[in-house]
């Protein structure tokens, strides 16, 4: 199947203002692509690009005065099958754990493993191990946490979604992975496009999906506490530790976002 996606993003800025988007398709789904996701501005403004630590690709650019859109408008390729449940998949002893998947057991700034570790202990330290431990946690991060966008707070945390009990997409993965790592799974944070492809779709405007991958089974799995079902058709844009790695935009100095559109749409077959 083909699926096609994009964004439309307005900001206003009072002056020049550097900013690194975080937009561009992950490079493991780039031989996908039919038609590439360029970034495209107006007014016109030089883009350079990069590769972060964490392999996502990110543009650069310097806002002008006033108000900038930032748009692409992408077609990918898509198996159309749903996300694999692999019951299975075993964990690994962390003395055995890849170099590269030890960094995904840390603390970090919106996953707090000190402060969650003993409660993620008497929640499921009694369940098997393997994946079946980790579809425990998401299980109890969706039952725990009131989704709706009116809960939305940049600064949330783990901790803080844990005791308040409800958030957005992040703050599902954020605590979930925080679960996991405090357990001596591998977590990290995924941001993707993620469409209502195989299921009803929903009243509410479409977003950027936050969720997250852990390491079992010599491999990579992804998990969405959010939604908490295997889906069809997300897109990976970015993996990182949390959100902090992987912010759509990160501006450096003030600004207005003014507008915000995300679509992600399977095209009907001809």
């Not at 108000?67 to 690994?92: C, K, S, W, Y």
């Amino acid at each position: 199947m083909q699926i096609r996606f994009g964004y439309e993003l307005v900001y206003r800025c009072p002056q020049s203002t550097p900013m690194i988007l975080t937009l561009h398709v992950h490079y493991t789904r780039v031989s996908d692509l039919v038609r590439p996701d360029q970034l495209r501005t107006n007014p016109n403004v030089p883009v350079t690009m990069y590769r972060d630590g964490f392999g996502n690709w990110c543009s650069r650019i310097v806002a002008p005065p006033g108000r900038i859109r930032l748009t692409a408008d992408a077609l990918i390729n898509d198996r159309g099958v749903v996300e694999p449940v692999v019951m299975n998949a075993f964990q690994h002893p962390v003395e055995l754990l890849p170099d590269e998947a030890l960094v995904y057991l840390l603390g970090s700034r919106y996953c707090e493993t000190d402060l969650l570790a003993n409660i993620a202990w008497n929640l499921f330290g009694h369940t098997p191990l393997g994946w079946p431990r980790v579809q425990a946690v998401c299980d109890y991060v969706n039952r725990h946490v009131a989704f709706g966008y009116e809960f939305a707070r940049p600064t949330k945390t783990a901790w803080e979604t844990y005791n308040e009990r409800q958030g957005v997409c992040r703050d599902f993965a954020h605590l979930a992975i925080t679960f996991c790592r405090c357990l001596n799974i591998p977590a990290r944070y995924c941001t993707a496009y993620l469409g209502d492809i195989g299921v009803p779709a929903a009243d509410a405007p479409m977003d950027f999906a936050g969720s997250m991958e852990v390491y079992l089974g010599d491999r990579w799995h992804s998990f969405d506490p959010r939604n908490n079902q295997p889906r069809i058709g997300r897109i990976l844009i970015a993996r990182g530790r949390d959100a902090a790695d992987v912010a759509i935009s990160t501006t450096y100095g003030p600004n207005t976002l003014e507008s915000f559109r995300v679509w992600t749409d399977a095209v009907p077959s001809a």
